[in-house]
């Protein structure tokens, strides 16, 4: 009976140490000198070397000089340990309420009521980094104000990060907020009296 279990025991331990163990390590391994960066999580770095974020996560910018990210259903909002939607239905009525009181925050904020439906509806995750190009260039007007510079400074930061679709033809135009944001404080940054 053992010249029956034992080609299963030994095939069993050889693909586990093969495919269960040699084989992820040799692919971590792989990626992580290919593509270090990425495989370390895209994390971003201030210039003491801080970690402030990643370039694959959203964040919740509120202040008005920064672009503010799409709404986060994420948790208590963009909170990477619980990702995910609302679940929320098209004809939920929370759902319906909040979108049309964000549209309303929105319209009074941004001066318009030509609202992108990216600035009010979750991303699948709720931690989405990038918002439309329309979304952007909703708030050039509002950053630009805070920041006290051109509509069209601001404009060209936002068009500096804006990404294609892949080969031309795969996804949406995107425009990451966090490195808009990054590159905005460097550029042009918010000086504040003392005490605010």
Known sequence: MFQYVRPALVSIVLFTLVLGLAYPLAMTGLIG??????????????????????????????????????????????????????????????????????????????????????????????????????????????????RGVAPTAVQAVIDANTTEPFLGFVGQPAVNVLAVNRALDARYPVTRPRGT
């Not at 994390?43 to 920064?66: M, N």
């Not at 799409?70 to 995910?84: E, K, L």
């Not at 979108?99 to 699948?124: H, M, N, R």
């Open 33 to 146: 000198t290919v593509f270090p960066h990425q495989a370390g999580g895209s994390l971003l770095r201030d210039s003491a070397g801080q970690v402030i974020g990643s370039s694959l996560i959203a964040q919740g910018f509120a202040k008005p000089e920064y672009l503010h990210p799409r709404p986060s259903a994420a948790g208590n909002g963009y909170d990477p340990m619980n990702s995910g939607g609302s679940n929320f239905g098209p004809l939920d009525k929370k759902l319906i309420d909040r979108v049309k009181g964000d549209a309303t925050t929105i319209a009074k904020l941004e001066g318009t009521t030509s609202i992108p439906a990216d600035a009010v509806t979750t991303s699948a995750s709720g931690l989405d980094p990038d918002v439309s190009p329309d979304n952007a260039r909703m708030q050039t007007a509002r950053v630009a104000a805070q």
